[in-house]
T-cell receptor, first 114, second 112 residues
Framework: GAGVSQSPSNKVTEKGKDVELRCDPI?????LYWYRQSLGQGLEFLIY????????KSGLPSDRFSAERTGGSVSTLTIQRTQQEDSAVYLC????????????FGSGTRLTVV | GENVEQHPSTLSVQEGDSAVIKCTYS??????FPWYKQELGKRPQLIID?????GEKKDQRIAVTLNKTAKHFSLHITETQPEDSAVYFC???????????FGGGTRVLVKP
């Protein structure tokens, strides 16, 4: 597609429920990243996929968080047993080749856990 | 891993004045340094970037400088305009093509 697409744009969920956030990167981009941005804060790295390599999961805050990328394209970030501190904007980005150019970000999913 | 510090956290300038944001990084292997602008409620967007083989880069009213020896880089915005008001993030990426590490952001307010 023309840009990075994320869905849903907004998600309100009850504490303890599971949520799935979707990211559709720019076609042909080999690298895909998930970041989290709490209100008024910076960009916290979560996970990074590059081609067929094992993902870099070093930023996932707990084992309630997981992500997968199917067929080298669409990615899903799953948060199990959501907590109020999970409330944030979850941003996905993709890049053509890591280290060559910057990221293109999606518009994000605003997650609110009530 | 890489650590990026960004200062100041907030910056208020008069329209027409210059704004400077400074970042330092820890990993001497980093060689790519982009800057992103995030307007309220919108996605971060790349505005300028620099590689370690270049000391300075300009694009109209914005410029970035890099000092590899000191491991710091700066964003300069000249003749600021109200539409420059946003949060600006610096970032660093190592040569291995790993992920970007972002600074904490600078909220810039340009007063008319």
């Amino acid at each position: 597609g023309a840009g990075v697409s994320q869905s849903p744009s907004n998600k309100v969920t009850e504490k303890g429920k599971d949520v799935e956030l979707r990211c559709d990167p720019i076609s042909g981009h080999t690298a895909l990243y998930w970041y989290r941005q709490s209100l008024g804060q910076g960009l916290e790295f979560l996970i990074y996929f590059q081609g067929n390599s094992a993902p870099d999961k070093s930023g996932l805050p707990s084992d309630r968080f997981s992500a997968e990328r199917t067929g080298g394209s669409v990615s899903t970030l799953t948060i199990q047993r959501t907590q109020q501190e999970d409330s944030a904007v979850y941003l996905c980005a993709s890049s053509l080749v890591p280290g060559v150019g910057g990221y293109t970000f999606g518009s994000g999913t605003r997650l609110t856990v009530v | 891993g890489e650590n990026v510090e960004q200062h100041p956290s907030t910056l208020s300038v008069q329209e027409g004045d210059s704004a400077v944001i400074k970042c330092t990084y820890s990993d001497s292997a980093s060689n790519y340094f982009p800057w992103y602008k995030q307007e309220l409620g919108k996605r971060p967007q790349l505005i300028i970037d620099i590689r370690s083989n270049v000391g300075e880069k300009k694009d109209q009213r914005i410029a970035v400088t890099l000092n590899k020896t000191a491991k710091h880089f700066s964003l300069h915005i000249t003749e600021t305009q109200p539409e420059d008001s946003a949060v600006y993030f610096c970032a660093a990426e190592p040569a291995a093509g790993n992920k970007l590490t972002f600074g904490g952001g600078t909220r810039v307010l340009v007063k008319p």
